[in-house]
């Protein structure tokens, strides 16, 4: 699936943004979020084809959470003990933005996924662990089989120690029936990703990611990839 003309090194950049609509749906304790994320993968380096774009995944979501405001503090709780400090329900869609040639595009390069989603979070002062899983919405006939590879649960387990920043990722793990519905073919595979932040100051710090397995990039949900990165993130 990888273009010979791409390079192996490249820019791989996100942007993120959560914010309230109805700050209070029901009561204080439940908001009403609108989220986005851009992850886009820039072939800086390859002048020889004029540095192209070389895939954009978009993924929208609207969020239902209930936060534990007595317990809670940004991402983490305030004391050291190990709470429930949120539930999250919502609808996530993920593209990357491609129609293929039936549509009008110049490739079959459309890739897609509409899921509902159920997440939860645990954390102290200095720990924080994400518990996430997905019920399939709609099957997209591009990817078909795309749940075989990603699954339907995700746990990721989150540090904040001073300047250290660091999360452990772990999904596919479990299986999803999909078309035809066969329970042969409903097996994921697993991932692993993991990051670290040392902030050097409150607005930015050095990124290192490390990821291993399926689901990386949409576009290659099929294809195993093993890669390692280093940047700058900017923190809250």
Request: glycine residues 8%.
């Amino acid at each position: 699936m990888r273009n010979p003309q791409y390079l192996r090194g490249e820019l791989k950049g996100q942007i993120s943004f959560r914010a309230p609509i109805i700050p209070k749906f029901f009561s204080q304790n439940w908001i009403f979020y609108l989220a986005f994320t851009n992850t886009f993968y820039f072939q800086l380096f390859n002048e020889k084809a004029s540095s192209p774009m070389r895939d954009n995944d978009f993924q929208p979501e609207f969020l239902l959470t209930y936060r534990h405001k007595s317990r809670h503090k940004g991402d983490f709780a305030q004391g050291d003990r190990f709470n429930l400090t949120e539930i999250t329900f919502g609808c996530r869609h993920i593209s990357n933005g491609e129609i293929d040639k039936a549509q009008g595009g110049v490739a079959d390069r459309s890739r897609g996924s509409d899921r509902f989603i159920l997440k939860a979070r645990f954390s102290s002062k200095h720990w924080g662990l994400d518990m996430e899983a997905f019920v399939p919405t709609r099957f997209y006939k591009e990817n078909l089989d795309i749940y075989k590879y990603l699954g339907s649960f995700e746990a990721k387990v989150n540090m904040r120690y001073g300047n250290h920043l660091a999360d452990f990722s772990l999904g596919g793990l479990l299986g999803v029936l999909q078309p035809p519905y066969s329970i042969a073919k409903s097996h994921p595979t697993p991932y692993f990703r993991t990051s670290y932040t040392y902030k050097i100051n409150e607005y930015y710090g050095l990124y290192m990611q490390y990821f291993v397995g399926y689901g990386d990039i949409l576009y290659e949900y099929n294809s195993y990839a093993h890669r390692i990165g280093l940047g700058i993130r900017f923190v809250r």
